[in-house]
């Protein structure tokens, strides 16, 4: 990846897309992964109160969740973890797109986490947007980036 991280994503987008609980497992380490299945994360972003029920209790002690406030009204029900809610709804909006949800939602845990620096996923979000001809999304989801990185 852009800032030298092996990184490997397993997504489950079955039935659960009707309703109920999709996710992705997105693993980045500075060692080559093996397999991207993770029995305890340590890092959450729960976009509705489903996905917070179902995963809050398997984010490892010390670890971090974000919350899209816009959907999850209720705290968490633990204290063991860092807890950021973000209204990534009205940001996105603000940011001049309802689409870049999930924008608004990487741009705090960036910000959370440390994990990646947001230049750097700018620039490489940048480059995929203009490589797939879609180069005129690239401020909306700059904008959210950055929002959701202020939020925190």
Not at 86 to 104: F, K, P, Q, T, Y
């Amino acid at each position: 990846m852009d800032h030298g991280l092996e990184v490997t994503w397993l997504p489950s987008y079955g039935p659960e897309m009707r309703g109920g609980t999709a996710n992705c497992t997105v693993v980045l380490s500075e060692e080559p992964v093996g397999s991207p299945i993770v029995d305890e994360p340590t890092d959450l972003i729960a976009m509705n109160l489903p996905s917070l029920d179902k995963f809050e209790p398997m984010v490892a002690k010390g670890g971090t969740i974000v919350a899209n406030r816009s959907l999850i009204e209720r705290d968490l029900a633990r204290s063991d973890v860092r807890a950021h809610f973000v209204d990534v709804h009205s940001l996105a909006e603000e940011a001049g797109s309802s689409r870049a949800i999930n924008m608004v939602a990487l741009g705090a845990y960036l910000k959370a986490t440390g994990v990646v620096p947001l230049e750097v996923v700018k620039r490489a979000m940048a480059r995929m947007l203009e490589e797939g001809g879609k180069g005129r999304f690239v401020p909306a989801n700059e904008k959210a980036l950055e929002l959701g990185y202020e939020a925190v």
